[in-house]
């Protein structure tokens, strides 16, 4: 079993900065893709980024290409979301979770655990 526990959501401005953190615990981290995905209030949970188990490769969402940066550190268990240039349409509940497989999907059953969120909040 992993456990992931996702931090550093908050309310920020529109064109402000957040860095999100997903501790996973458990000893086969380095060997899961991991995935970010948002929800925001009356629609389904969707895509945000995801990166291999080295970190050698990275997707991203469209919505947030050239915004948003995920990386990890295996060293530490933990998997990161930069996201910057923030937009009021970010305004989600944001979700971490883990492949087991190691596939790096953008659909959300392809991920076997998941935290249990942090609210990111950009005002306009």
């Known amino acids: 079993q992993v456990q992931l526990v996702e931090s550093g959501g908050g309310l920020v401005q529109a064109g402000g900065s957040l860095r999100l953190s997903c501790a996973a615990s458990?000893?086969?981290?380095?060997?899961?893709?991991m995935g970010w995905f948002r929800q925001a209030p009356g629609k389904e949970r969707e895509f945000v980024a995801s990166?291999?188990?080295?970190?050698?490769?990275?997707y991203y969402a469209d919505s947030v290409k050239g915004r948003f940066t995920i990386s990890r550190d295996n060293a530490k268990n933990t998997v990161y979301l930069q996201m910057n240039s923030l937009e009021p349409e970010d305004t989600a509940v944001y979700y971490c979770?883990?492949?087991?497989?190691?596939?790096?999907?953008?659909?959300?059953?392809?991920?076997?655990?998941w935290g249990q969120g942090t609210q990111v909040t950009v005002s306009s």
């Open positions: 458990g000893r086969r981290f380095s060997s899961y893709a």
């Open positions: 990166i291999t188990w080295s970190g050698d490769r990275t």
């Open positions: 979770a883990a492949d087991r497989l190691g596939y790096t999907g953008t659909r959300s059953y392809e991920y076997d655990y």
